[in-house]
Nanobody, 116 residues
Framework: QVQFVESGGGLVQPGGSLRLSCAAS????????MGWYRQAPGKQRELVAT???????NYADSVKGRFTIFRDNAKNTVYLQMNSLKPEDTAVYYC??????????WGQGTQVTVSS
């Protein structure tokens, strides 16, 4: 079945920007709701943003005005543009569909570190 691979993480200074990518492993049309999640050491995984196949978007309050989620269905890819990054954004970031999330299936994620 379909798998998702995250990329684009790295080390940035506070106030910097990163763009994360979530690519489907197969050549498929992303026709379901996708989400970005993050987990910091010692903390539970939390929702960051979601986007439906129709383009309906929701954000966590902590990232509103700073992060943008968007998708390119032709490339089977979902993105997370992160601006004005703060140290508290440091976490491993994961992407997933609702179906796979509820099934307990997660990828390896991509590390984002915001530090001077």
């Amino acid at each position: 079945q379909v798998q998702f691979v995250e990329s684009g993480g790295g080390l940035v200074q506070p106030g910097g920007s990163l763009r994360l990518s979530c690519a489907a492993s197969g050549s498929i049309f992303i026709n379901f709701r996708m989400g970005w999640y993050r987990q910091a050491p010692g903390k539970q995984r939390e929702l960051v943003a979601t986007i439906t196949s129709d383009g309906i978007i929701n954000y966590a309050d902590s990232v509103k005005g700073r992060f943008t989620i968007f998708r390119d269905n032709a490339k089977n890819t979902v993105y997370l543009q992160m601006n004005s990054l703060k140290p508290e954004d440091t976490a491993v970031y994961y992407c997933n569909s609702d179906h796979r999330r509820l099934s307990g299936a997660w990828g390896q994620g991509t590390q984002v570190t915001v530090s001077s």
